[in-house]
């Protein structure tokens, strides 16, 4: 019922050559969007050369904005010009903008507020760090870190945000969450998304997982009964092994 969504995250890497590059050779083979949702986020300055070139079935995401309409901050790209380059999703709390850029719950509620009020689509990263699932919290903390960032958002505009599940100690270590232990925490993110709204509400929002996803595990971690997807890092960044993991989301 949900449709899988394969999104590469493609963080600081790749020139525009590079990225001109991939898209020649993957926009016109990855599947029917009807089928499958794919998509490349890039670096801010490469959008538009990257939108132009998306085609029909793969679309661009910015990795992050400013929750601001416009202003002195210096640095930042705002929502109004990643709409005016036909950008349609924008990754929003990744955790190393959390860590490193001093995101917080705060600024990730208002950022999902201001996405949705320039009707791009957030992909809302959530997950702990060892040391919380080490301490066996990370139900509580992901859940409260739902719970935060869907403040003030509606029921209807719930439905298109897709949430992605990365514990932190499986991003770029190669070390992947076992998927019962990724269906586990994504079901904590489904539970909590109904306790927020509804059943029927929180049955419809998409959940990826992310966190050292390649050709060689995505299948059994879409294979999971609420992992709707993949935010990848390093395995996105190559032609073929993008296409694999989109290709490998038609299986289900
Ligand atoms: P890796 O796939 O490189 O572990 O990165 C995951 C990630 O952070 C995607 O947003």
């Given at each position: 019922?949900?449709?899988?969504?394969?999104?590469?995250?493609?963080?600081?890497?790749?020139?525009?050559?590079?990225?001109?590059?991939?898209?020649?050779?993957?926009?016109?083979?990855?599947?029917?969007s009807?089928?499958?949702d794919?998509?490349?986020?890039?670096?801010?300055?490469?959008?538009?050369d990257?939108?132009?070139?998306?085609?029909?079935?793969?679309k661009?995401?910015a990795?992050?904005?400013?929750?601001?309409?416009?202003?002195?901050?210096?640095?930042?790209?705002?929502?109004?010009?990643?709409?005016?380059?036909g950008?349609?999703?924008?990754?929003?709390?990744?955790?190393?903008?959390?860590?490193?850029?001093?995101?917080?719950?705060?600024?990730?509620?208002?950022?999902?507020?201001?996405?949705?009020a320039?009707?791009?689509?957030?992909?809302?990263?959530?997950?702990?760090?060892?040391?919380?699932?080490?301490?066996?919290t990370?139900?509580?903390?992901v859940?409260?870190?739902?719970?935060?960032?869907?403040?003030?958002?509606?029921?209807?505009?719930?439905l298109?945000?897709?949430?992605?599940?990365?514990?932190?100690?499986?991003?770029?270590?190669?070390?992947?969450?076992?998927?019962?232990?990724?269906?586990?925490?994504?079901?904590?993110i489904r539970?909590?998304?109904?306790?927020?709204?509804?059943a029927?509400?929180?049955?419809?929002?998409?959940?990826?997982?992310?966190?050292?996803?390649?050709p060689?595990?995505?299948?059994?971690?879409?294979?999971?009964?609420?992992?709707?997807g993949?935010?990848?890092?390093?395995?996105?960044?190559?032609?073929?092994?993008?296409?694999?993991?989109?290709?490998?989301?038609?299986?289900?």
């Amino acid at each position: 019922m949900r449709k899988y969504i394969i999104a590469g995250n493609w963080k600081m890497f790749k020139t525009r050559g590079e990225a001109i590059n991939f898209l020649l050779q993957v926009a016109d083979k990855v599947p029917s969007s009807d089928l499958v949702d794919s998509v490349v986020c890039t670096q801010a300055p490469i959008l538009r050369d990257c939108v132009k070139r998306q085609g029909d079935n793969l679309k661009v995401g910015a990795q992050n904005m400013h929750f601001k309409d416009s202003g002195a901050y210096t640095g930042e790209t705002s929502a109004l010009l990643l709409q005016e380059l036909g950008v349609t999703y924008v990754i929003i709390g990744h955790s190393e903008r959390r860590a490193m850029f001093n995101e917080t719950d705060e600024t990730v509620n208002l950022k999902i507020k201001q996405a949705f009020a320039f009707n791009l689509l957030p992909i809302v990263c959530v997950g702990e760090s060892l040391e919380i699932r080490e301490a066996g919290t990370t139900d509580e903390f992901v859940s409260n870190q739902v719970v935060k960032a869907l403040e003030g958002i509606s029921k209807e505009d719930v439905l298109d945000l897709v949430f992605a599940y990365e514990p932190i100690w499986a991003i770029g270590t190669g070390r992947t969450a076992t998927p019962e232990m990724a269906e586990e925490t994504c079901k904590t993110i489904r539970n909590t998304i109904a306790k927020v709204y509804d059943a029927d509400t929180a049955s419809k929002v998409r959940i990826q997982y992310g966190g050292s996803v390649n050709p060689a595990n995505i299948d059994e971690l879409l294979a999971e009964e609420d992992i709707d997807g993949a935010l990848i890092g390093g395995a996105s960044l190559d032609p073929e092994k993008f296409l694999t993991m989109v290709n490998a989301a038609l299986k289900h």
